[in-house]
């Protein structure tokens, strides 16, 4: 079975260029996740949506970063326009949403892309 | 404060020893509580659940205490393999998202 896919796998581009991530969810997930992974700062969930709908942004880190889910099995993540300091692994996950109803279901994690911003 | 505090690490242990991580989060009100493994340059896996009762798994043993906020991790008969960053994982109430740990490493020597 397919897991989460992400691409590319590895991006290196010039500050102030946009840099567009994107992600494909595993099929009949509802749940999808964007997070960063540095060094310093650990694993940080940047947003989450449920049913094709952002349901928390909170972790986006100012408005160069944007994220889209247009459909249940395609996500973009868009930082424009980058920075040195957005180098990290961004990493999409998806689950079985539960809306809180239930306990939380297992994130499924993509092998991550390695951005580096020069 | 960070939500979900562990000690980085590294534990450097030989193989067949018994290692322990412990984990503290700050929101009382979390739901549920996870263990995952991170290996060197690839993305976070489940490796369990933890329960209030406490739960193993093979020479894997995970005990939550709700009253102290603390998160433990045992693993017994330390094999090469186990060679990884532990997340401690924490999931508020009422919502989909995991607030992760940033992860003990550990190193199993020959």
């Known amino acids: 079975d397919a897991g989460v896919i992400q691409s590319p796998r590895h991006e290196v581009t010039e500050m102030g260029q946009e840099v567009t991530l994107r992600c494909k969810p595993i099929?009949?997930?509802?749940?999808l996740f964007w997070y960063r992974q540095t060094m310093m700062r650990g694993l940080e969930l940047l947003i989450y949506?449920?049913?094709?709908?952002?349901?928390?942004d909170s972790g986006m880190p100012e408005d160069r970063f944007s994220a889209k889910m247009p459909n249940a099995s395609f996500s973009t993540l868009k930082i424009q326009p980058s920075e040195p300091r957005d180098s990290a692994v961004y990493f999409c996950?998806?689950?079985?949403?539960?809306?809180?109803?239930?306990?939380?279901?297992?994130?499924?994690f993509g092998p991550g892309t390695r951005l580096l911003v020069l | 404060r960070k939500e979900v505090e562990q000690d980085p690490g590294p534990f450097n242990v030989p193989e067949g020893a018994t290692v322990a991580f412990n984990c503290t989060y700050s929101n009382s009100a979390s739901q549920s509580f996870f263990w995952y493994r991170q290996d060197c340059r690839k993305e976070p896996k489940l490796l369990m659940s933890?329960?209030?009762s406490g739960n193993e798994d093979g020479r894997f043993t995970a005990q939550l205490n709700r009253a102290s906020q603390y998160i433990s991790l045992l693993i017994r008969d330390s094999k090469l393999s186990d060679s990884a960053t532990y997340l401690c994982?924490?999931?508020?109430?009422?919502?989909?998202?995991?607030?992760f740990g940033t992860g003990t490493r550990l190193q199993v020597f020959p």
């Open positions: 994982v924490v999931a508020p109430y009422n919502t989909d998202k995991l607030i």
């Open positions: 996950a998806s689950s079985l949403g539960t809306a809180g109803t239930r306990p939380q279901e297992t994130q499924y």
């Open positions: 099929s009949g997930h509802n749940s």
């Open positions: 949506f449920n049913n094709n709908v952002p349901i928390d």
């Open positions: 933890v329960y209030s």
